[in-house]
């Protein structure tokens, strides 16, 4: 064995964006350390540090966590056209982080990388190189898919050409990804099929659905009582992939009969024009916040997403038993059985997501037993024993990737 592969000891390198543990790609990002830091192996975990307190159940995993320096400067992004162009942000943002991490991993030279897309390109080039294991976590579809939903919606509703996330640059950097990586890891059947459909071979997928903490989502001690308009509620960002607008047009159909409460930040100054015009004579609240007191005042929780590999409030809302009306773009949609815990409608669909609409206020007396059926399907789903599921398989691989590197060297 040369030197090189003796320097290689138990330790993964773990490559992330956002501070892990806030919001949902922060929730992939803390569910992937919270693993990969199982089985006593040394993780180094690169990226925007953690939220506290930790996002799930038990003490905060026991990485080294290395926390990347500010790269540009902020007034950058006030006082330029980089505030109107959030891609070339996004994209400048991962570039950036992903040179600092690929620098830390040449540096330390694990046996085994796992990074989540957009920020992983450089590390993935290094373990490429180096005959090292690596997994590209991937939270959505397909990139390529993700862009062409953004660009047909910005059309469609704003009648302006799409310049947010993702950039054409972008969706050339994650398909890199996708190619380098010896495996992509997705959430669902749903991602997985979105991945092939754009040319990712099957075998080089593997499906490994998400983790909340229900501990913390799950139902309230007391519910409000059933009467007034049907209180619906909708949690997420108000962008144009989530399928807001198709909400509110269904919603104007039924009239003063639902009445809606958002928790979520406006995306760009499109949607946020699109949002204001849009909301006008509905009953409707909305502001950013914690969407646990949202999700126990409501009888029914709607996420009409046109692009998703698993939201994470879809399992959220179910685990606070509530019923769930979701398209069927979305990952977590494979638990939902309908009229047993809520209905699945097709994306984009005005007239089915007002037709499901209408059920559930036809139905509202068997909306709390059907959200006592969300909760036993989503401890099934989105339980703690995928994070098992997701170390074993990866330490299975990762550990013969690397005998198989020492032998050559």
Known sequence: MTPAAEGRGNQTAFVYGVTAGNGGLGHSAASAVAA??????????????????????????????????????????????????????????????????????ERARPSGCYALTQVGLETFRWAHKEHVFSVADNPNGHIRNFQQVCERESERWCGVRFHGHPTAAMVDRVEEEYALADYTRVYSEWGKRSMTSFGVPAEKIYVCRQTINLDRFRPAAVKAPSKGPLRICFVG?????????????????????????????????????????????????????????VYHGSDLFVLPTLEDGLPFVLP??????????????????????????????????????????????????????????????????????????????????????????????
């Not at 144009?240 to 100054?269: N, P, S, W």
Request: hydrophobic share 40%; glycine share 10%; aromatic share 8%.
């Open 316 to 409: 959220e809302a179910m685990a606070c038993g509530l019923p769930v009306i979701v398209s069927d773009q979305c990952g977590a949609g494979e638990c939902v059985v309908p009229d047993v815990n809520g209905w699945v409608v097709p994306a984009g669909d005005i007239e089915a997501l007002s037709a499901a609409l209408e059920k559930a206020i036809r139905r509202r007396e068997d909306l709390p037993a059907m959200g006592q059926e969300s909760r036993r399907a989503i401890e099934q789903y989105c339980g703690p024993q995928n994070l098992d599921q997701l170390a074993a398989w990866f330490y299975s691989q990762v550990r013969p990737a690397h005998r198989e590197t020492a032998a050559r060297l």
């Open 237 to 293: 960002s108000l962008d144009l992939r989530k399928g807001f607008v198709y909400l509110l047009r269904a919603m104007r159909a039924l009239g003063r009969h639902v009445q809606v409460e958002i928790v979520g930040a406006t995306g760009d100054r499109d949607c946020a024009k699109l949002f204001a015009r849009e909301r006008q004579g509905l009953l409707l609240y909305s502001a950013p916040g914690d969407p646990l007191p």
């Open 36 to 105: 990969l830091s199982d089985r006593g192996a040394r993780v180094l975990a690169l990226g925007r540090g953690h939220s506290q307190p930790w996002s799930l159940p038990g003490k905060l995993p026991d990485a080294e966590w290395r926390q990347a320096p500010p790269f540009s400067p902020g007034w950058k992004f006030r006082y330029t056209l980089l505030r109107w162009r959030r891609g070339k942000l996004a994209l400048q943002h991962d570039r950036e982080l992903g040179e600092w991490a690929a620098e830390q991993v």
